[in-house]
């Protein structure tokens, strides 16, 4: 599976930003998807997850803000993200599972800085 994010860059506490993972390589519905980010001097920490079947988790920190999605039939996951603040700035990871043999993805990461 290819992992490839977008949508990340700066913007003010309060604003929002949607990131798009387009995947290819793979049966895309056949994936767990997720978003993880990384924080400067931080371990990457898990934001969001959706099930093959559309089951979602949220991080705590990030619940009633961010909604994570997934279009099947354009092979996308977005992570949608509301009320921006200044800790949720990182680099933020596009993440795939395959359901079948748990093998695991990642995409180059794209970086999302809130100002203050």
């Known amino acids: 599976v290819q992992l490839q994010a977008s949508g990340g860059g700066l913007v003010q506490a309060g604003g929002s930003l949607r990131l798009s993972c387009a995947a290819s390589?793979?049966?895309?519905?056949?994936?767990?998807m997720g978003w993880y980010r990384q924080a400067p001097g931080k371990q990457r920490e898990l934001v969001a997850r959706i099930t093959s079947g559309g089951s979602t988790n949220y991080a705590d920190s990030v619940k009633g803000r961010f909604t994570i999605s997934r279009d099947n039939a354009k092979n996308t996951v977005y992570l949608q993200m509301n009320s921006l603040k200044p800790e949720d700035t990182a680099v933020y990871y596009c993440?795939?599972?395959?359901?079948?043999?748990?093998?695991?993805?990642w995409g180059p990461g794209t970086q999302v800085t809130v100002s203050s």
């Open positions: 993440h795939a599972r395959r359901v079948a043999t748990s093998l695991e993805y």
């Open positions: 390589g793979s049966i895309f519905s056949a994936n767990h």
